[in-house]
């Protein structure tokens, strides 16, 4: 890692020439949601002028730039009783700007499930590849729960990191791309003055969490909390509509399905990002679903979530962000759920026995 | 034409029309980019909008509209009677649309409100299609989606399932970025109405007013507490379940 540091002005122009000559993604306004907040996504940006610096967060996450909503995997040709299969990796050069550490760790959670298992998706890493990404700290929201999963600092997965530093920004520099890049912009190396202002605004970032998440020992929890009743009383609430999932930078499960032109002369086989949340998620071939209750496909979320990968790769997928707490109009969201679900055991009042003494 | 096995003989394919404005007739002749190719799969007996064959032989019987008049039971029943398939086609045949509104008056009033002193023959209530003849598929909306039908028509010459999205609308709103009509303070039947259509109504800020009918195993009970809960307004909420009238089971339930 390089570091150096850059004016905001300086950063701007070199924001301005990157996004000019690439096409780019990154947080604009795009409402004023109903008490005058204003309302961020992700999108197509071609200028700094365009772009938000000064965000809060994105309802959505930018999960779907590199794994998109609905993929082609295959297409297929039928021609004199037989067919031909074309596959395509390819995938153009992107640029995503402004991600949060939160989100850059999503990504790189991703990363770990795509690339990492037995069987890596190609399709996957031709974007990752091809992905450069920025990215910017800021001030958790009184919602944000990311230090709670230790996922509000990041270390790797981006090309260039800024931290904002008061007059100027903080660049870590992690791609050579990113440093021949800023070759042509007036940076500085970082002064014993710019060290400290980086450690103070780590500082001011870390302190300023709201928000707690206790997390130790969950997966035990779940073993444990596997038939608890409040799974039921959540899942009472899920609408079952699957936005959670939509706007998740980790939620990865999707549904496979093959579409034929309607010239029956070819077909497409498509990968669509799917919901753990959604009525069939778990219905099979004849109709059996083997998870009809609202309560079990909750349940199933959490687990995946903050237990399966914990178990087997030893980290939990969610980051942090809050944003299904924040989408849910349910009002389902981590902290309380887990809360509730740490609450019923270790306020318990049946299953609770004197320590044995000291001898 | 023999076809990966399948022997997609052309589907003979009628369609009819109801009480409706004919509007998910028309956009069967619409998009251009694939109307060949669509057509080729076709062998159209009767289909006023697209052509002048007048037969009665339909493998498919696609039928649009709503019923309003006794006449309408008998034409319908006669339909029923020679299609091999039959298909209620677009929100007004799947649950009685927004003819259904009358249902809520009195049959004088409206017929004054409308045609003033004329006598006209119509029934009390506009009924969607299932309460007089057995249907085999539903395709909703207002309109249709001409790509969703085309899917089907594919599925039936290609013998695949024939299915429609169980889900919820907000999974494709969420899928377009849009910002939620809900956090804008609208009261929107996304969470609960069939997908399929690609969020086109939020997605212009227009709220889902459910054309497509409920999704699979909706949680009423949630939806309700939620419109409480934002300090909306029930009323309008009914007004909206009431639009298209594919929610009446949940509006009698609740009395």
Redesign the interface.
Same mark, same amino acid.
Do not use: E, Y
């Given at each position: 890692m390089i570091y150096k540091v850059i004016s905001k002005n300086e950063f701007r122009a070199f924001v301005d020439a990157l996004v000019r000559a690439n096409t780019s993604y990154g947080p604009r306004q &795009?409402?004023t =949601?109903?008490n005058g907040e204003p &309302?961020y996504?992700f999108?197509p940006v071609s200028s700094a002028s365009e772009i938000a610096f000064d965000y809060t967060v994105t309802? #959505?996450s930018a999960k779907?730039l590199i794994m998109p909503?609905?993929e082609e995997l295959s297409k297929f040709r039928?021609r004199d =009783?037989d067919?031909d299969q074309e596959v395509r990796y390819d995938a153009p050069p992107i640029v995503l700007f402004g991600l949060r550490p939160c989100d850059i760790n999503a990504i790189n959670i991703l990363d770990e499930v795509m690339l990492n298992g037995p069987y890596p998706s190609p399709y996957y890493l031709a974007r990752r590849k091809n992905t450069f990404i920025v990215g910017m700290d800021h001030l958790p929201l009184p919602d944000c729960f990311c230090r709670s999963m230790n996922r509000h600092t990041v270390s790797r997965g981006f090309n260039l990191f800024a931290s904002d530093i008061g007059e100027s920004y903080f660049l870590s520099i992690n791609s050579s791309k990113a440093y021949n890049f800023l070759k042509e912009f007036e940076t500085t190396e970082p002064t014993e003055e710019d060290d400290c202002k980086l450690i103070e605004r780590r500082k001011l970032i870390k302190q300023s969490f709201k928000t707690n998440v206790e997390v130790t020992g969950l997966p035990m929890f779940l073993d444990l909390e596997f038939d608890s009743p409040i799974w039921e009383k959540w899942g009472?609430?899920?609408?079952?509509? =699957?936005?959670c999932a939509? &706007?998740c930078p980790t939620c990865y499960c999707y549904n496979v399905e093959e579409? &034929?032109?309607?010239?029956?002369e070819s077909s497409s086989r498509q990968r669509r990002?799917y919901?753990c949340n959604?009525?069939?998620f778990a219905e099979v071939s004849g109709g059996h679903n083997f998870r009809?209750k609202?309560g079990d496909r909750l349940k199933y979320r959490y687990y995946h979530h903050y237990r399966g990968f914990a178990i087997n790769d030893n980290q939990q997928i969610c980051v942090g962000c809050n944003r299904c707490g924040r989408?849910c109009?349910? #009002?389902i969201n981590p902290k309380e759920v887990i809360n509730d679900l740490r609450l019923e055991k270790e306020s318990c009042m049946t299953c609770v026995s004197p320590s044995p003494q000291r001898s | 034409m023999n076809h990966l096995g399948f022997d997609t003989e052309k589907l003979k394919i009628g369609s009819f029309d109801f009480t409706c404005c004919e509007g998910c007739q028309l956009q069967l002749a619409n998009h251009e980019s694939t109307l060949p190719e669509f057509l080729a799969l076709l062998d159209i007996r009767n289909f006023r909008e697209i052509s002048s064959e007048r037969l009665d032989d339909s493998d498919i019987a696609l039928v649009e509209g709503s019923i309003t008049r006794s006449d309408e039971v008998e034409r319908l029943k006669a339909i029923r009677a020679q299609a091999k398939v039959l298909v209620a086609y677009g929100t007004c045949a799947c649950f009685g649309g927004m003819n259904a509104q009358k249902n809520k008056f009195p049959k004088e009033e409206c017929i004054r409100t409308v045609y003033g002193d004329k006598q006209i023959d119509t029934m009390p209530e506009a009924h969607k299609i299932s309460d007089f003849v057995q249907v085999d598929y539903s395709i909703p909306g207002c309109p249709v989606s001409k790509e969703e039908v085309e899917r089907i028509v594919v599925s039936i010459a290609t013998r695949s399932p024939i299915a429609l999205p169980k889900y919820p609308v907000c999974v494709e709103c969420k899928q377009r970025l849009n910002t939620c009509l809900f956090d804008l303070g609208e009261v929107c039947l996304g969470p609960i109405s069939r997908a399929g259509c690609d969020a086109v109504c939020p997605s212009g800020k227009t709220v889902c007013l459910g054309c497509r009918g409920p999704a699979d195993d909706i949680n009423y009970a949630s939806f309700t507490e939620l419109v409480r809960d934002k300090g909306l307004s029930t009323e309008e909420m009914r007004e909206k379940l009431a639009f298209y009238n594919g929610f009446t089971e949940y509006l009698n339930h609740e009395g």
């Open positions: &795009v409402d =949601g109903r &309302v996504q999108m309802t #959505s779907h909503f609905r039928f =009783g067919w009472n609430k899920c609408l079952n509509c =699957g936005s939509m &706007v579409r &034929v032109a309607t010239g029956l990002l919901s959604l009525i069939d009809p609202n989408t109009l349910a #009002s | -």
